[in-house]
């Protein structure tokens, strides 16, 4: 389980952060699209973590400015504007409407009808829940075939909306996907989808378990690579 949390420095900046507690026995720091993340190890109390931090403070600041200069503009929910599902473009398409009606798919188009197309917050919520519920149907295909070819029982599903985290896996056979891999393109979803089914394996990050991913994925080294750089696009809704 994550938690936010904000470190406060000597010169009254604060920065916000996300705090995962683990078995782990050193303290991991890593800059993502939503900030900076904080991998800790369960015994190390928040005290002596957070002096911690303040000693890379500058370091943590330098990666801050560096990933806010490649992050995209944030999403405008208007009409023609560009999303992607599954690696390509979709261009969304507004009409008003005498009520909010369900979206339609097709032709590289997502139209939306919608009493009142300016509200962007409307706008999104339904872009969203549509990208949940395809989601859910793309990514439950793979899971099937993918635990398949390892051999495993099909573990349960669940969609995840984390910010730092594109899967887990659980001790109770249980994955969460983040929704918004679906922007990806399908090597990028099966990696992850991957990673996760090897820890059903091996809970771990042993060099047992990076076999398990690589008999599935050969590639994963050039993916993982490829997910980092897209990851601040997929971040913008």
């Known amino acids: 389980m994550s938690a936010t949390h904000t470190l406060a420095l000597p010169d009254g900046e604060q920065i916000p952060y996300q705090l995962e507690r683990r078995s782990r026995s050193t303290i991991g720091l890593k800059i993502s699209a939503s900030g900076l993340v904080v991998h800790a190890p369960k015994r190390v109390s928040q005290s002596m973590l957070e002096n911690a931090l303040r000693s890379k403070a500058d370091w943590i600041r330098k990666k801050l400015l560096q990933i806010g200069d490649l992050l995209p503009a944030p999403m405008a929910w208007e009409d023609n504007a560009t999303l992607h599902l599954l690696g390509n473009p979709v261009i969304l398409r507004l009409s008003s409407s005498d009520r909010n009606r369900q979206p339609e798919f097709g032709l590289g188009m997502l139209h939306l009808r919608l ?27 793979r899971l099937e075939l993918l635990s398949a070819r390892l051999g495993v029982a099909l573990p349960k599903l669940y969609l995840s909306n984390a910010q730092s985290r594109w899967g887990s896996c659980n001790s109770k056979k249980e994955i969460r996907i983040n929704w918004r891999l679906l922007q990806a393109p399908p090597h990028i979803i099966n990696y992850v989808i991957c990673h996760e089914l090897a820890h059903l394996k091996e809970m771990n990050h042993s060099a047992k378990f990076w076999a398990i991913v690589e008999s599935l994925c050969p590639e994963y080294r050039r993916i993982e690579k490829e997910l980092r750089h897209l990851s601040p696009r997929l971040h913008q809704f």
């Not at 009493?115 to 919520?125: I, M, P, Q, S």
């Open 115 to 141: 009493v009142d197309v300016t509200d962007a917050g409307a706008v999104e919520k339904k872009v969203i829940q549509w990208y949940r519920k395809q989601a859910l149907l793309d990514f439950a295909r």
